[in-house]
């Protein structure tokens, strides 16, 4: 590591900040290093690297540390167990103190030989830099669909426009991030918050690499939260859906009691059976329970949110002085 960059990051400001939430990814944090090192000294700005161990179960830890002691640059926070990607990212954001940050994977999907185009493209005047993947061509048939799919329906029902390579690497500036760490809620989603922020943004291209080491940690149950997360945390369309709904089952029930009735009135055949009438029963008790679902879930969110539990808790810090301590 370049030394002018050891002893300006010793100090209160650098002009660059990268923010790595970790989980399980022992094996991947030297490589990860080695690469950022080379490629940050290469830009010749001062800068930072903060990882956030996400309760990891492995040596990331130790890994961690070890990596704070051997340079000054670099600083730890492990979390007192996993609460998750996105706070992860938030808890980075909080310790950062570059004009810019740059948020990215452990794993070396986001390859940081990026980082120069995003510098540059934020000197140029843009406060957001977002990345877009090119997807690699190992990723399952399923899992681009349903990517796809998931932000088309989040943007049609929130009305933020996100595209379904955007992950959480970007640049921000500091103004932002600032902004950003204004957000106290609870289901955070970032791909959604950044969006929504306003600001000169860019979208730059990048060719997704494989994982480097050890396996990706969201699961497709993971996934559905975390979608299921997004959506309710910037819509209420769901819950109008029941409007929509009781007004269509509405105008059903009334031309069926009108058929009825004239059936009745001015024909001798007999009204029709009970089947259709058990089947519309069935099928709007369906309806009724799944919408009662969707309104649970936003009252759950709200309990959530009423409670005001703190969001992450930090167990411990390494590379810190004793006066960023207690930034949590
Ligand atoms: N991660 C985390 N907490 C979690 C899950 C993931 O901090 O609960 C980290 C993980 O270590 C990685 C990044 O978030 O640095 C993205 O996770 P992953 O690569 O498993 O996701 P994928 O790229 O497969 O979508
Ligand atoms: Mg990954």
């Not at 493209?121 to 877009?132: C, D, H, L, P, R």
């Not at 309806?287 to 649970?296: C, K, T, V, W």
């Amino acid at each position: 590591m370049s030394k002018s960059n050891d002893q300006i990051s010793d100090q209160q400001s650098c002009r660059l900040s990268i923010v790595v939430p970790v989980f399980n990814e022992e094996e991947n944090l030297d490589k990860l290093f080695e690469e950022l090192q080379k490629t940050l000294n290469a830009t010749g700005l001062t800068w930072e690297i903060l990882f956030v161990d996400d309760g990891s179960k492995d040596g990331s830890w130790v890994k961690i540390r070890k990596l704070c002691e051997a340079n000054k640059c670099i600083r730890g926070i492990r979390f007192s167990r996993n609460f998750g990607h996105q706070y992860a990212l938030f808890a980075g954001l909080v310790q950062t103190k570059g004009d810019a940050v740059v948020t990215m994977d452990a794993d070396l999907q986001h390859p940081p030989d990026v980082i120069p185009r995003m510098i540059e493209t934020w000197e140029s005047g843009n406060k957001i830099v977002n990345s877009a993947r090119i997807e690699p061509r190992k990723l399952p048939l399923y899992k681009k669909v349903t990517s796809k799919l998931y932000y088309k329906v989040f943007s049609f029902l929130s009305g933020i426009p996100i595209e379904s390579g955007m992950a959480d690497f970007r640049l921000l500036d500091r103004k932002v991030v600032d902004h950003i760490l204004l957000f106290r809620e609870e289901g955070l989603f970032l791909r959604g918050i950044v969006q929504t922020l306003g600001y000169t943004s860019a979208t730059i291209e990048y060719q997704c690499q494989d994982r480097f080491k050890g396996v990706s940690k969201y699961t497709l149950s993971r996934m559905i939260k975390f979608a299921w997360t997004g959506i309710t945390s910037f819509s209420i369309v769901p819950l109008r859906i029941s409007i929509i709904l009781g007004i269509f089952t509405s105008f059903v029930a009334f031309y069926q009691l009108g058929d009825a009735i004239y059936v009745k009135l001015f024909t001798d055949r007999a009204v029709p059976g009970w089947a259709s009438a058990i089947g519309i029963v069935s099928l709007m008790f369906g309806i009724l329970f799944i919408l009662m679902g969707i309104i649970g879930e936003y009252i759950g969110r709200i309990l959530i949110e009423v409670r005001g539990r703190p969001r992450y808790l930090v167990q411990e810090h390494a590379g810190f002085n004793i006066f960023e301590k207690g930034r949590l």
